[in-house]
């Protein structure tokens, strides 16, 4: 099956392309601000690199969230483009696409990313949270021994007390192998409300 997988959530943004889990193509860039800008010459460009058409996708997977407000709403836009064209389309967790391959270590891994006023998105187990240090360092310390994988910046607090890992992995390359038991439908998966979103009052 002819997969194409897009992550704008993040800094930087990322395109591959891929058949069943077998990454034939990728190509990532860190400009967040031009994210809308790339995305679509980036897909056409990794498709040519491997002799394929927008006609022979037959399926899409993009990140979800957390991540930027405006890179997560991205990524589900990509999206939909794809399925009003018929091509089926499913979502993930940023933080689920974070830990995707690192099953075979025999850690308990958990995914990290900084959030906005020196918050964390975090996954554990289920559980999806926007945490502070102090928080964060309690639940990770509830796990024993976890391999904290994390993207962009996290406290040294974390790299003196647990095994760490800066994956840099472009993360659509990763969300070729999710499960399909953790793809869902088209959807955002925000931890907390964006700081824009009006309040509602009832009058």
């Known amino acids: 099956m002819v997969t194409v997988a897009v992550d704008l959530s993040l800094p930087e943004g990322s395109v591959a392309v891929g058949v069943n ?3 034939l193509s990728v190509v990532s860039w860190s400009i967040p601000k031009k994210h809308a800008e790339r995305v679509f010459v980036e897909i056409d460009r990794c498709l040519e690199a491997t002799n394929l058409s927008k006609r022979d996708v037959e399926r899409v997977i993009v990140t979800s969230g957390p991540g930027s407000f405006t890179g997560v709403r991205l990524s589900v836009t990509v999206g939909k483009a794809f399925k009003c064209c018929g091509v089926p389309v499913f979502s993930t967790s940023t933080l689920k696409a974070m ?28 559980e999806l949270l926007d945490i502070g240090e102090e ?10 021994e976890p391999l904290v994988v994390y993207r962009g910046e996290i ?20 969300l070729l192998s999710v499960p399909e038991s953790q793809l869902e439908p088209l959807r955002f998966n925000y931890v907390r409300d964006h700081d824009a979103k009006p309040s509602c009052k009832r009058v």
């Open 99 to 126: 830990v995707a391959g690192f099953e075979s270590l025999g850690f308990l891994v958990v995914p990290v990313i900084p959030g906005r006023r020196k918050r964390f998105y975090t996954l554990i187990g289920e």
């Open 155 to 174: 406290p040294q607090s974390i790299f003196k007390r647990f095994r760490c890992l800066k994956d840099l992995t472009p993360l659509a390359a990763r």
């Open 135 to 144: 928080e964060l360092l309690e639940r990770l310390g509830r796990l024993g």
């Open 21 to 23: 889990e077998e990454l």
